[in-house]
């Protein structure tokens, strides 16, 4: 049997990170170390995690398997083969622990990881709080949010099998951007599905992708089978995840020479996200603080999982006892509104048919600006996570959140992705409660990627123009009457 190619290893300097010098009161644990001192450990400092760890393997409860869309049977391995490579499907199914993660990722991950654990000390006083608030910086990788700590492995995965192209759908721009920048270093050639709302409202979004060499187009597109049918339905029609993932997929699952790359909801997904944990713990260790609250934003839940999972395990140790708490849009409120049920990944119904909390295959959400939150549906392992009620999730409008991103960027500095805005959010409410009762809660949140690309929807908050949008009840029925029964 031939050896599978395996991409080079790719040198990364150790350069010496600015984000060292910032004041101490603001930075828990933050950069970039030399090998030397990787090698032994030191205070204030942590490397980046040698594995993913894998929230399933402690759970007292398994998930619900993933069914067959045909025959509504578990599925199996082979069913996946047409979209992944092996080892993603591997880590699809798996129930193992703790995951290795290769060095040619690790070593990609240096360019950025670790990401800054900061003290939001100026926020804090604004508010009059008690609180500490203290928030994972995302934002410093070269695509500006936390995708790229599943990009890179995705894409790598797939170099090492064989792939020559893959295929994937972006919401808010930021996914398609991080595996751009990922197939860019493994040569891979990359094809985005951007909805179309986002495509319309984040130019500099699509630029960055085709900088990175990819071809982006607007969804639904007159690219695929799918596209055009929903374009015959609907000229006119904003998009949605749902139906950008019905064109990745068709085009996987028709070329042999194309793999489909998703950048949420799935297990490995999820398990890559991890690293954001991870760190965390390790820097909050070093200043002898533990967290009260974990606080995030969902739309298909990387960023929340990231980030929670390894301190729910902390939390089923008995080590700590944090609550876990996922904020969402309320245009979007697939935790709070949702019903738990097998439904498509997909607007077309060509995926796996998934246990999670969803609107139905066929919700179309408002056009908010929070493009990313934006999705039908919750990660499976997410929605099982809060069936067994370790978690709560709640929703917000969009004005409140972007009044809360600018407390947050005319304190803290940096301007927020609209979809962290929710957790800011979240955190100043949780915040503001403290002030009232005296409690001296720490509040951790999970600052999942900078604004820069987004400013347009700043401007639209500051002219007054943005308002806040809801689900129609009646598109809501309509869609929860599609789900298929199982």
């Known amino acids: ?148 700590n599943t990009a890179v492995p995705q894409a790598w995965y797939n170099a090492a099998a064989g792939v020559k192209n893959v295929v994937t759908e972006t919401g808010a721009g930021q996914w398609g951007s991080a595996l751009s920048f990922a197939s ?37 597109s007159d690219v695929t089978e799918a596209g055009r049918r929903l374009l015959a339905a609907d000229p006119s029609s904003p998009g949605s995840l749902g139906m950008a993932i019905s064109e990745a997929v068709e085009v996987a699952a028709t070329n042999a020479d194309t793999k489909y790359c998703l950048g949420s909801v799935l297990n490995h997904v999820l398990l890559h996200q991890t690293v954001i944990g991870e760190e965390c713990l390790e820097q909050l260790a070093a200043i002898g603080d533990t967290p009260d609250v974990v606080i995030g934003c969902t739309g298909g839940g990387s960023n929340f999982g990231g980030l929670a999972f390894p301190f729910m395990r902390e939390k089923l140790a008995g080590r700590m006892n944090p609550q876990f708490k996922a904020v969402e849009p309320a245009a979007c409120p697939t935790l709070t509104k949702g019903v738990y049920a097998y439904d498509y990944g997909d607007t077309a119904g060509l995926t796996p048919l998934m246990k999670m909390h969803t609107l139905g295959h066929d919700f179309v959400p408002d056009p908010i600006h929070a493009g990313g939150l934006r999705y039908h549906g919750m990660a499976p392992l997410i929605s099982h996570v809060y069936e067994l009620g370790f978690m709560e999730a709640m929703s917000i409008q969009q004005t409140e959140c972007f009044e809360a991103a600018l407390q947050f960027a005319r304190t803290e500095g940096i301007i927020p992705a609209p979809e962290p805005t929710h957790a800011i959010a979240a955190a100043i409410r949780e915040a503001l409660e403290c002030k009232r009762t005296g409690e001296e809660k720490v509040i951790l949140i999970a600052m999942c990627g900078h604004g820069h690309f987004d400013l347009a929807a700043y401007d639209r908050y500051l002219r007054g123009d943005m308002i806040d949008l809801s689900h129609s009840a009646e598109k809501l029925k309509e869609s929860l009457g599609a789900i298929p029964k199982v």
Not at 189 to 215: F, H, I
């Open 1 to 148: 049997m031939a050896t599978a190619l395996r991409p080079p290893r790719l040198p990364v300097p150790e350069q010496a990170s600015s984000l060292h010098r910032l004041p101490k009161h603001r930075v828990a644990v933050t950069g970039r170390r030399s090998f030397a001192a990787r090698a032994g450990s030191y205070p204030g400092n942590v490397g980046v995690p040698k594995q993913w760890y894998n929230l399933i393997a402690d759970l007292p409860v398994k998930p619900p398997p993933m069914l067959h869309p045909g025959t509504h049977q578990p599925l199996n391995p082979s069913d996946l083969a047409p979209l992944f490579p092996d080892e993603l499907i591997r880590q699809e199914l798996t129930e193992e622990r703790f995951i290795d993660i290769p060095d040619e990722v690790r070593d990609v991950y240096e360019l950025w990881r670790p990401t800054p654990l900061i003290r939001a000390k100026r926020l804090e006083k604004l508010l009059g709080t008690p609180a500490k608030i203290y928030y994972k910086y995302e934002g410093t990788s070269p695509a500006g949010s936390h995708k790229g």
């Open 184 to 220: 860019t270093l493994f040569g891979l050639n990359c094809e985005v599905w951007q909805v179309r709302a986002s495509y319309d409202q984040k130019p500099y979004r699509r630029l960055m992708m085709e900088t990175w060499g990819a071809k982006v187009h607007p969804s639904p």
